[in-house]
């Protein structure tokens, strides 16, 4: 593409940008999606939210909790919550009864504005008034067994394809040349059918791009498929005698779990430091169904809570749990001719014969549990977990930083969890070990000081011999291992509508990793300044993080550590209302690595219109990057269970335009185009992945129908 036809396109889509990003009950535009990019924009990019994580969340936006009969688990699903925030919410039915508006969530301290506006697209507020009987088919008539269950159901089917008007080198070569086995469509479905807010069955099959359908060894049609059926107990009333032991919640299929602070087990990983913290405070254990199109991190079989004792504030709860799946993995043969396991694979992709031959090579087991004991506001729980291969695990490589590794055919990890929770101070803190004989801790204190100001501060020491294979805490190395440091960070409202935020980090590893071979430092700081008033939002932010990482060999073939530093600045304005928004951002990088220094920017103009059945949204930036390490990411609209933040590097244009169209009550189509348009090269990507074009455009199309 020519500059004269980039202009002219510029110019195309700022004339759209008046385009909207929201959705009311019969125009899926999502405004949660919105909302949730500007309370990541404190967070590192390159923690971005995961796809899982983001299917996880619409789903709960679609599937709403209901805030006056919401557990404290139920609550502690939503991320952006801390754990002091579910403490007030709690604290408030209990002591004032039931919520009868969104307007009562002011009355608590801790929610700001921007929290409580996220938190109102994932709650109702169902209530039962006085000594009125409830109408017919309310959620609170006097119904029993099934008949009540089932009083309330909803269903929902989403049908999703991917059309490239290109392809790439797997599309072309023949797979006796390692090329693709399958098409180049992307297809899936999702079913869920809820009832009650109790009983949730959810099925879902998917396909990636390349991969064979009904042939070349996937004789089951889609590459993957997932489902569950979990159930909850609803709550007693407070004054309610307490029998006996209890089920809470049971989940049967594949499901997700978290206990503690992540130690030792957390399936709920994926979002970025700041989001990532705001969840630290919490001592229950989650559970959560696995829908996501995601191939790992999910645990398959069954789980179960159970309260064993409950007297007014005190309970005890104990969690169990067991799973059994194949996982894909790279084999190797030893000298003695034992298999073992290499490297376990987590991409999900079977598109070639060596990807097909290393699907379900191995399988793994697990099974463990976790005692969780509350009093008032203080909380402690005790979590254990051991897991088997059929197989030994043996990375391959003499390289330093794989060492400790974790390595054998079974593993055991134990931890304790701690916690006091109040609308001033919020301690909580989990110390584990395992087989390695190692230890590992973490552990943050919050303070809100005043209506207007709250800090935090974070310790977490993990040992360079310690590993949990299921583990997952904040880290600024990406892992549970070989990291110690301090986080101290701040939120201040001085003025109405203005908010200051920010956060230094240190940390300190004492053990190679992964493209540094030696101990070395890393340093973050990160700087938000927002400014909200009427229709207006204005916002800047500087983020600067420096970390240690190996240079060029000496003669000797030694690598020195040298610094890579990375200055990254946004700042945006928008003007939004009911029926259209508008807005304009820039983003900027500076970077360098040694002697050499890069540099990038990229202008963004993204915006929308809405009426009761159509809603448009479009996108346009242009973005001019020295190379990779300076690279950008701009959020981009995607269709339902899709989270899109392409990034960009080098000099080009992206734009993408969406629509949503509401086919009746039930039945809605939606559909995007979206192209990335390079000026420096001739062809995009590299390996089987390379396009031989300067661009790429792909057609996506979505139907939902919900009963």
């Known amino acids: 593409m020519n500059h004269n036809r980039s202009v002219l396109l510029l110019l195309i889509f700022l004339l759209a940008s008046a385009f909207v990003d929201a959705q009311n009950k019969t125009n899926p535009a999502l405004p949660w999606q919105k909302m949730y990019e500007d309370w990541l924009d404190v967070e590192d ?11 996880f969340l619409q789903d709960l936006y679609n599937n709403k909790i209901d805030i006056n009969h919401a557990s404290r688990e139920d609550l502690e699903q939503l991320p952006f919550l801390s754990a002091q925030q579910v403490e007030d919410i709690e604290e408030y039915i209990y002591r004032y ?30 209530f039962a008034p006085g000594n009125v009987r409830p109408a017919k088919d309310s959620l609170y008539q006097e119904r029993k067994g099934l008949a009540k269950l089932f009083s309330h159901t909803r269903q929902e089917l989403i049908v999703s394809g991917k059309i490239p008007t290109y392809k790439r080198r797997g599309d072309k070569l023949s797979a006796d040349k390692g090329g693709y086995l399958g ?76 206990a503690g602070m992540g130690l030792v087990i957390n399936g709920n990983s994926g979002y970025g430091k700041a989001s990532m913290l705001q969840s630290l405070g919490r001592g229950y254990t989650t559970i959560t169904g696995h829908s996501s199109r995601s191939e790992a991190n999910y645990l398959q079989g069954a789980a179960a809570t159970v309260r064993l004792f409950e007297h007014k504030q005190t309970n005890l709860d104990l969690t169990a749990f067991a799973s059994w799946r194949k996982i894909d993995a790279t084999l190797d043969t030893l000298e003695s001719g034992k298999t073992v396991i290499a490297t376990i694979l987590r991409t999900g992709y079977h598109r070639t014969r060596s990807e097909m ?75 584990a070990t395992g087989d390695c004989g190692a230890v590992a801790t973490i552990n943050s204190l919050s303070l809100q000081l005043s209506s207007s100001l709250s800090v935090v501060a974070l310790q977490r020491f993990y040992s ?29 409202r001085p003025l109405r509508g203005f908010t200051v935020e920010g956060y230094g980090d240190i940390a300190y590893f004492s053990w190679a990793k992964y493209l540094i071979s030696h101990a070395s430092h890393y340093y973050e700081t990160m ?22 990482q190996d240079g060029e060999s000496n003669r000797d073939g030694t690598k020195p550590l040298v610094w890579q530093s990375e ?73 339902l269970y899709s989270m899109s ?30 192209t990335a348009d390079y000026f420096d090269r001739n062809h995009i990507s590299s390996g089987m992945q390379q396009i031989d074009a300067s661009s790429q455009t792909d057609v996506e199309l979505q139907l939902r129908v919900r009963l």
């Open 183 to 258: 098409y180049q469509w992307k297809h899936s479905f999702r079913y869920t059918l809820t009832a009650s807010n109790r009983l949730k069955l959810s099925f879902v099959g998917a396909q990636d791009s390349g991969e064979p359908f009904f042939c070349d060894g996937n004789g089951k049609g889609y590459d993957y498929y997932s489902g569950y059926i979990l159930y909850k107990v609803p709550r007693k009333p407070l004054d309610k005698a307490f029998h006996g032991p209890r089920l809470r919640e049971v989940v049967v299929g594949r499901y997700r779990l978290r």
């Open 464 to 492: 360079y011999k310690f590993y949990s294979l299921y583990g997952s805490s904040f880290s600024a190395g990406g892992s549970v291992q070989n990291e110690s440091g301090v986080y101290l960070g701040a939120v201040w």
């Open 45 to 55: 990019v390159d923690n971005e939210l995961s796809q899982q994580q983001y299917e």
């Open 527 to 548: 700087l938000n300044l927002r400014y909200e008033h009427n229709d207006w939002t204005f916002s800047a932010r500087y983020r600067w993080k420096d970390r240690q």
């Open 357 to 431: 031959n290393r699907r379900n090579d191995a399988s793994q087991w697990a099974a463990g549990g976790n005692l969780n004991w509350r009093w008032q506001r203080w909380h402690a729980g005790l979590t254990g977990l051991y897991t088997q291969f059929d197989k030994a695990l043996q990375p391959k490589g003499n390289q330093r930083y794989r060492q400790w590794a974790p390595r054998g055919q079974s593993f055991w990890n134990l931890s304790v969890d701690y916690g006091y929770t109040s609308s001033v101070v919020n301690f909580s803190g989990e110390t």
């Open 97 to 126: 009864g039931e919520m009868k508006s969104a307007g009562e969530l002011q009355m608590i301290a801790s929610i700001d504005a921007v929290t409580r506006r996220l938190l109102l697209q994932f709650v109702t507020f169902r």
């Open 645 to 674: 933040i392409p990034m960009s590097y080098g000099e080009g244009i992206r734009y993408s335009f969406l629509f949503s169209a509401s086919l009746g009550s039930h039945l809605t189509l939606n559909g995007k185009v979206s």
């Open 567 to 639: 200055q990254r600045m946004r700042v945006f304005a928008e003007f939004s209302r009911e029926v259209w928004n508008a807005r304009l951002q820039l983003d900027g990088a500076l970077c360098s690595k040694g002697d050499k220094h890069n540099h990038g920017w990229m202008a963004t103009a993204q915006g929308g219109w809405r009426c009761k059945h159509i809603a448009l949204w479009a996108g346009f930036s242009y973005f001019n990057t020295s190379d990779y390490l300076s690279r950008l990411y701009a959020y981009e609209r995607g269709m």
